[in-house]
């Protein structure tokens, strides 16, 4: 018989990246209890379950980005969120160099 069973496609999430996760669920815990937020309180407020809650503070790669933005937002952190990558050096030194060797063969002609 044939198993027809679908799995659950994961991205792989390298250590370095893992750490990076668990450091931003570490602050959105700390966030909550500046605050005096129980994870209860949070998961009423965003619809989410207190075992999702509980995997965001864990850093859990598994849970939906949108989950972590609705955290972010209760907190009123989810500004903070929209900065990330705004400020892309290395993106904009490599358009620059492209630009750079476009006006090179510009004048070439």
Known sequence: MINNVKRKRTAPVFPKN??????????????????????SLIAERTGLSRLTVRKIEQGDPTVSIGHYVAVLS????????????????????????????????GRAK
């Open 18 to 39: 893992r750490r990076i996760l668990s450091e931003l669920g570490e602050n959105i815990k700390l966030a909550c209890k500046r605050r005096k937020y129980t994870q």
């Open 74 to 105: 209760v907190l009123g952190l989810v500004a903070d969120f929209a900065k990330v990558a705004s400020d892309d050096a290395l993106g904009r030194k490599l358009q620059d160099i492209k630009l750079k060797g476009s006006d090179a063969r």
